[in-house]
C-alpha cells in the first residue's frame, strides 16, 4: 500500500484485525475458545457413544477443527499468545502430531496487521497529536506483523528513510497471564504431549518476553550491536533513531534486502558466503562479545545483494553471557574437536546440558549425540549443511532421548537460548545448503 501521507492525504489500507488489549479481554478469548473446543468434544463423545464406538478423549479435542481454531485465536491475540504458539511450534514439533505440526507453522507467518484507527491510536499515545507532520510519507500498511508488534516504512521530511517497529497496544501488560493461559489451553485441548514438561519453561519464557517487549532495552542493544559490528563490511546493523523511539515504538535506519531464505537459489559462492558469515558472527557473539541475539528465526536476517552483505534486524532476544559460561562452552568445543569424551563430559555439566547425577547410561547418551554432531568438524573438509545427515540423526536419537520420563532435564536458560540459537543456525545452513569451512573458524577460538 502507498504512503499514508503523501501531500498531506492519508491513503486506505485494508482493515486487518483488532488486538485485544486488555487482560479481561483477553481472559475472555481464552475461555471462549476453551469452552467451545470443550463443547464440541462433548458433542462428539455423545455422537461416538451412540453409534457404540468407543470414545477417545484425546481424538476429540485434538481435531484438526479445534487445531485451526486455537491458531486463528493465537493469531488474533498476538503477543506472548502467538509467540508462544510459535514456540511451541519451532521447538517441539518433533514430538506433536503432524496435523498439529502443518497448522500450527502458520503461526509462524506474518500476522494480520492492526487496523490503521488502531495503530493511529498506538502512535498519537507514543508521538502525540499531529505526530504525522514529522513524516514526509508513512506507510500504513506494514512491511511485516508479527507476534509483538508490526513495522512500517516512513521518511523523514529531511529525507531519512525509516522502519518503524510499532507494539501491538496491551502486549506487555498480557505477558505473564498469556502464558499461563496457553499452558492451560495446550494441556486442556491435548496439543501437548500427555508428560511433556513445559512448566519449568514458563518462568524463563515470560522473562524472555518482557525483554522482547522492551523496546528501550532493544534500541540500546540495537546500538550496541551496531558499534561492535561498524567496521565489518559483511554486516549492515540498522542505525538506531532513539528521538523517534519510546516503550512502544522503535525507530531505525531502513536497510533493504531480501529474505534470507529467498537466497536458497543463488550461486553456490554465495550460499557459502552468506553461511560462512553467519557462523563467523555467531562465535564472535559467544567468544568475543559475550553477547548473543539467540533469536534463531529466518526473519531476522535478509541479504542486501548490493552491498554483499547480510542486514541484521531485530534485537529483542539478546542476551549477555557469563564468562565462566563462555569458558565451558570453549573446553566443550574444544573436547569435542579432539575426540575428548572425558573432556566433553565433564564440560558438558559445567554448561547444564545435564547433570552430574544423572545416571552415567544417560549420560553416555547425551555424549553420542554431542559427538554425531562434532564428528564432521574434525579434519580440513568443508561441513555440507546439507549432505551432513546430522539433522535427521539427530532428531532421531533426541525423540528417544526425549521418550524416556526420566531423563528429561531442563538445562539453565543461557545453556537453552545458545543451543537454539546453534541449531537455528543449523536449520538456515541446511535451508541454504551451504558449505562451510567450520573446523577452520573454530579454530581461532578454541
Known amino acids: 500500500m502507498s504512503d499514508a501521507k503523501d501531500k498531506g492525504r492519508a491513503v486506505p489500507v485494508d482493515k486487518g484485525r483488532a488486538v485485544p488489549a486488555g487482560r479481561v479481554a483477553r481472559f475472555l478469548r481464552f475461555g471462549s475458545l476453551a469452552g467451545g473446543i470443550a463443547a464440541r468434544a462433548a458433542v462428539s463423545g455423545a455422537g461416538q457413544m451412540v453409534r457404540g464406538e468407543r470414545v477417545n478423549a484425546a481424538g476429540l479435542l485434538l481435531t484438526p477443527g479445534n487445531i485451526g481454531r486455537i491458531t486463528d485465536e493465537l493469531a488474533r491475540l498476538r503477543g506472548a499468545a502467538m509467540k508462544m504458539g510459535q514456540l511451541i511450534s519451532m521447538d517441539t514439533g518433533d514430538f506433536l502430531p503432524p496435523e498439529l505440526s502443518g497448522i500450527m507453522a502458520r503461526l509462524r507467518a506474518d500476522a494480520q496487521p492492526m487496523p490503521p484507527a488502531q495503530l493511529k491510536r498506538v502512535l498519537e499515545r507514543a508521538w502525540g497529536k499531529g505526530w504525522l507532520s514529522k513524516f514526509a510519507a508513512f506507510e500504513v500498511r506494514p512491511l511485516a506483523a508479527a ?36 499452558a492451560t489451553l495446550m494441556r486442556f485441548s491435548g496439543l501437548v504431549p500427555a508428560g511433556l514438561a513445559v512448566g519449568p519453561l514458563l518462568e524463563e519464557a ?50 533493504p534486502g531480501r529474505a534470507v531464505e529467498a537466497m536458497v537459489d543463488a550461486p553456490q559462492e554465495v550460499r557459502d558466503r552468506i553461511m560462512t ?21 529466518f526473519a531476522n536476517y535478509r541479504y542486501d545483494e548490493a552491498g554483499q552483505r547480510l542486514v541484521l534486524l531485530d534485537f529483542g532476544a539478546t542476551r549477555e553471557l557469563p564468562a565462566a559460561f563462555v569458558e565451558g562452552y570453549r573446553e566443550l568445543l574444544r573436547a569435542g574437536l579432539s575426540g575428548d569424551r572425558a573432556g566433553a563430559r565433564g564440560a558438558a555439566v559445567a554448561v547444564g546440558l545435564f547433570a552430574a547425577e544423572m545416571p552415567e547410561a544417560q549420560q553416555e547418551r547425551v555424549i553420542d549425540m554431542f559427538e554425531m554432531s562434532m564428528a564432521p568438524m574434525r579434519g580440513p573438509a568443508l561441513l555440507d549443511f546439507a549432505g551432513a545427515k546430522l539433522g535427521q540423526g539427530l532428531k532421531e ?22 543451543q537454539r540459537k546453534l541449531g537455528g543456525l543449523f536449520l538456515l545452513g541446511a535451508r541454504l545448503r551451504a558449505r562451510v569451512d567450520v573446523p577452520g573458524l573454530l579454530e581461532r577460538w578454541v
Open 147 to 182: 507476534s509483538i508488534g508490526q513495522v512500517h516504512r516512513a521518511r523523514t521530511k529531511d529525507g531519512r528513510e525509516l522502519a518503524v517497529k510499532v507494539q501491538y497496544p496491551g502486549v506487555r501488560e498480557s505477558i505473564d497471564s498469556d502464558v499461563d493461559n496457553v
Open 206 to 255: 515470560k522473562r524472555q518476553l518482557h525483554e522482547e517487549a522492551d523496546y528501550v532495552r532493544e534500541g540500546a542493544y540495537l546500538a550496541r550491536f551496531g558499534e561492535l559490528l561498524g567496521d565489518d563490511a559483511g554486516f549492515a546493523v540498522p542505525g538506531f533513531y532513539g528521538e523517534l523511539s519510546t516503550a512502544d515504538v522503535l525507530a531505525m535506519e531502513f536497510v
Open 277 to 297: 558469515q553467519l557462523v563467523g558472527l555467531v562465535l564472535r557473539e559467544l567468544f568475543e562479545f559475550r553477547l548473543m541475539q539467540t533469536d534463531p528465526n
Open 397 to 418: 536419537e533426541g525423540m528417544k532421548i526425549a521418550a524416556d520420563r526420566d531423563f528429561w532435564h531442563v538445562p539453565p536458560a543461557d545453556t537453552l537460548f545458545v
